[in-house]
């Protein structure tokens, strides 16, 4: 016989949701020839003077995925890789004109799909939840557990 469950199975609430809404980026920013990893660097790289290195982990990719993203938006026009002004060993991601206009439609993108996702929970519940959320991400599952198998994260194949 199954073990009754005592709680409710949160895990897969935020695996569920999460995926989906990742799902539905990715649909929306592939309509102006994105990926979600594309988006990401160009935003974080418009807000300041990033490495690629540090936008990698901004964006949870590894280094691989990274060189591999950036290859793409220098191939669009979006970004080129160049010296930074303050550590000449240091290559920087850069925006171009272009790159900063995509990145601009995207975050639009971006915000409709969140804004789409909380209009389908009622009005006076939207606050609470996504400040539940803020306290879970920020609190107490702000970082993972150390162990010997850890538990793999979901990431989206680099096109």
Same mark, same amino acid.
């Given at each position: 016989?199954?073990?009754?469950?005592?709680?409710?199975?949160?895990?897969?609430?935020?695996?569920?949701?999460?995926?989906?809404?990742?799902?539905?980026?990715?649909?929306?920013?592939?309509?102006?020839?994105?990926?979600? @990893?594309?988006?990401?660097?160009? =935003?974080?790289?418009? &807000?300041? #003077?990033?490495?690629?290195?540090? !936008?990698?982990? %901004?964006?949870?990719?590894?280094?691989?995925?990274?060189?591999?993203?950036?290859?793409?938006?220098?191939?669009?026009?979006?970004?080129?890789?160049?010296?930074?002004?303050?550590?000449?060993?240091?290559?920087?991601?850069?925006?171009?004109?272009?790159?900063?206009?995509?990145?601009?439609?995207?975050?639009?993108?971006?915000?409709?799909?969140? @804004?789409?996702?909380?209009?389908? =929970?009622?009005?006076? &519940?939207? #606050?609470?939840?996504?400040?539940? !959320?803020?306290? %879970?991400?920020?609190?107490?599952?702000?970082?993972?557990?150390?162990?010997?198998?850890?538990?793999?994260?979901?990431?989206?194949?680099?096109?």
């Amino acid at each position: 016989m199954a073990p009754t469950r005592t709680e409710t199975d949160l895990s897969f609430l935020l695996d569920h949701t999460s995926h989906v809404l990742r799902s539905r980026i990715a649909a929306a920013l592939a309509e102006i020839g994105l990926t979600a @990893r594309m988006h990401c660097v160009l =935003v974080h790289a418009l &807000e300041e #003077e990033r490495t690629q290195i540090q !936008l990698a982990e %901004l964006g949870d990719m590894d280094k691989t995925t990274m060189v591999v993203t950036v290859d793409a938006l220098e191939r669009a026009g979006y970004a080129e890789r160049r010296p930074s002004a303050t550590d000449r060993r240091a290559r920087i991601i850069a925006v171009t004109e272009t790159g900063e206009a995509i990145a601009k439609r995207s975050q639009e993108i971006v915000d409709g799909v969140h @804004r789409d996702a909380l209009q389908s =929970v009622p009005q006076d &519940e939207r #606050e609470v939840l996504v400040r539940a !959320l803020n306290r %879970l991400a920020t609190g107490h599952l702000a970082t993972p557990a150390e162990s010997a198998q850890p538990a793999r994260r979901a990431r989206e194949r680099a096109k």
